[in-house]
């Protein structure tokens, strides 16, 4: 998938149109179980909103709690709850610069290990596909 994170910096389209975005795009990635095949995995993307938002449980313990991550699709709502109670649009800015660093990084490291595996689907398609331009499977 593809993910239009440059978006989030254009000073032409509305703060409240990018929060919007963000929040859909941060969703999409949360889902999508080709970037974190496990719940568990998740911890290091969800520590930028929790600390962004200073999470705290019921507790005052902080980071969401352990349950929430069970459900990636709870998880989903808190952090959109959470992102569309702020108003401040240099907090926000910050979050989405937090995000596209933290995205970029995965993405880098992504790519990296794919070109060094031979079994990845992704380079299984491609070959895939520069076969069958070819004309051979």
């Known amino acids: 998938m593809s993910y239009d ?3 989030l910096f254009n000073p032409s ?3 409240e149109v990018r929060k ?17 095949s496990s ?8 520590a930028i ?9 019921k507790e ?3 980071g969401f709690r352990p349950y929430l991550f069970n459900s990636r699709t709870i998880l989903c709502a808190r952090i959109n709850r959470l992102i ?18 933290f995205f970029n990084d995965i993405s880098s490291e992504s790519i990296a290990s794919h070109q060094e595996s031979n ?8 070959k895939k596909g520069l076969n069958r331009k070819n004309g051979s499977r």
């Open 119 to 126: 079994n990845s689907t992704l380079l299984q398609d491609m």
């Open 13 to 15: 389209t509305s703060m």
């Open 60 to 62: 005052g313990n902080p």
């Open 49 to 57: 909103f929790e600390d962004f938002f200073q999470v705290k449980d």
């Open 84 to 101: 569309s109670q702020e108003s401040d649009s240099t907090k926000l800015k910050k979050l989405f610069e937090s995000f596209y660093n």
């Open 20 to 36: 919007y975005y963000f929040m859909g795009v941060s969703t999409q990635i949360i889902l999508d179980r080709s970037l974190f």
């Open 5 to 7: 994170i440059k978006f």
């Open 39 to 46: 719940n568990d995995s998740l911890h290091p993307l969800i």
